[in-house]
């Protein structure tokens, strides 16, 4: 069939392309033949009501890690079209989710009234914090505190021993802080992640399993997909993130994985959630990504798993049934 997407995404020379999911998702869709309109953020405004874009279109070229000349090719001028023009639309700007960032999904609902579809639903971006939408499944998380109170936080570092604090607005494992039993550093800690008593931050009994990395899992239109990308910490950390220096270890889900994640996916689906990615250690899950999940790339070079291929799949089948309505 023959449809459009658009990309909203951080700036596309800022990427590097061997692993980055949002370029995976350009090489599937050029690869079904789909217009490809690449779209930055601060390109989308509203006139007298309706959803607007600044964009052109784009190729890419998959390239080796060691290639990070000419993988992508402006095919057409900018121009200025309605944001519904685009078929669908995959909001995948990295966080925050700040001020602009919610105004940016207030402009794709307005595109998704007239008839684009949006991944992940822009709705379901306002209303669920990655770190937060886990209190949503209390039995599958860590004992967790969410809170700005300092006297609470420590509170929970002497039930618990060793902790995990964290702001509720980071990404790739910026600003985490482990803290020992003896509580060394806390007190400057919680100063910090809540800026003197005014900002919510998040409190979790540690994981010792981290050490057996902290794994994503993918689930794409409701599926549980059978590999995981397990990042583990590098010597001296706690931090399995790639981008705090972790390493990525592609292996199948366990039977626990599986049925974490199965507990998870009905509300996804319920709240047009497309794409997502668990972050799990041991058999808890930390984190609910859903703004722009990442480690495709690493998976797909062990075992062709077919992330990309389901989400397809299923938007095919969502501009299927569109187009019979």
């Keep these: 069939m023959t449809y459009s997407i658009g990309v909203i995404m951080d700036p ?39 959803a607007m874009v600044i964009t052109q279109t784009i190729s890419v070229t998959d390239r080796a890690a060691d290639e990070t000349h000419d993988y992508y090719t402006f095919t057409s001028e900018k121009s200025s079209i309605p944001l519904s023009d685009i078929n669908v639309l995959f909001m ?32 379901a971006l306002r ?30 570092h002497k ?13 790739g494992g910026a600003s985490i802080f482990k803290i020992d039993e003896s509580g060394s550093n806390l007190g400057v800690v ?32 409701g599926e549980v997909m059978p590999y995981a990308l397990a990042r583990l ?7 399995g993130n790639l981008a705090a220096g972790g390493t990525g270890r592609p292996q199948p889900l366990t039977e626990s994985d599986f049925a974490i994640a199965k507990q998870i996916a009905p509300t996804l689906v319920e709240k047009g959630i497309f794409f997502c990615g668990l972050d799990v250690i041991g058999d808890k899950v930390t984190e609910i990504n859903i703004t722009s999940p990442t480690c495709v790339r690493e998976i797909e070079a062990k075992y062709n798993s077919g992330v990309l291929s389901k989400l397809f799949d299923g938007i095919e089948d969502k501009l299927n ?3 019979n309505d």
């Design 12 to 50: 596309i020379d800022s990427i590097t392309p061997y692993k980055d999911t949002s370029f995976a998702i350009m090489l599937e869709a050029q690869a079904r033949g789909a217009t490809i309109y690449y779209i930055e953020m601060a390109d989308m405004y509203i006139d007298q009501g309706k």
């Design 92 to 123: 995948r700007k990295d966080p925050p989710v700040d001020s602009e960032f919610i105004y940016a999904t207030h402009m794709l609902s307005l595109a998704e009234h007239e008839g684009s579809l949006i991944v992940n639903s822009p709705q």
């Design 127 to 156: 209303d669920f914090n990655e770190k937060l939408f886990t209190s949503y499944f209390p039995t599958l998380i860590p004992p967790t505190l969410v809170t700005r109170s300092a006297a609470l936080v420590k509170d929970f």
């Design 159 to 171: 039930q618990h021993g060793t902790v995990i604090c964290k702001p509720l607005d980071g990404m």
């Design 190 to 221: 919680i100063e910090t992640l809540t800026a003197q008593g005014s900002v919510q931050m998040m409190v979790q009994k540690f994981m010792p399993e981290i050490s057996e990395g902290d794994k994503r899992i993918h689930i794409v239109n």
């Design 233 to 239: 910490p590098t010597a001296g950390e706690t931090r």
């Design 321 to 323: 049934e569109t187009l």
